[in-house]
């Protein structure tokens, strides 16, 4: 096998590439595949670099009207985490693809994905301390639920008495 590696790409990043650098910001270029090759291309690397979808059929579970070769990014979640195999393409030597994976490292990998990594990880921090406010304020809920029922039974064991 060709020298490869491995790439966990957000449709997000390569939404935000392609707006920055296409004139025709919405633009599709087929699949989400067809759309990391374009990406590879602007930055003058689809010569030395070619990429595959390692696709995850977990992704279409719930979409019907899509398929690994008919689809758009909006189609996922912009944080769905695909993995993308990255190839040195037959008669490039290991030192292009260094040379490239350097680039796109550098290009979109540092200003794209790892934007899209930052702010994922700031809704999941986000959604995380909600839920943990949600959880305190149940505790407290249950605590005083707790002491107005005992406080009851004790009211009531007095009267009785």
Known sequence: ?????????????????????????????????????????????????????????????????????????????????FLFLVILKDGKSKADFQKAIKTFDSEFIQKYQNKALSEYQEIKSQELIKAKKQERLLYYAAGILFIIMASTIVILKVMND
Not at 55 to 71: A, G, Q, R
């Open 1 to 81: 096998m060709n020298i490869h590696t491995n790439y966990r790409i957000y449709p997000k990043a390569i939404k935000e590439f392609i707006e920055d650098n296409y004139e025709l910001k919405s633009i599709n270029f087929g699949n989400i595949q067809n759309n990391l090759i374009a990406v590879l291309e602007k930055l003058k690397l689809d010569e030395i670099l070619d990429c595959k979808w390692e696709i995850n059929p977990l992704h279409f579970l719930d979409k019907v009207d899509i398929s690994k070769e008919n689809n758009k990014l909006s189609d996922f979640d912009q944080y769905s985490n």
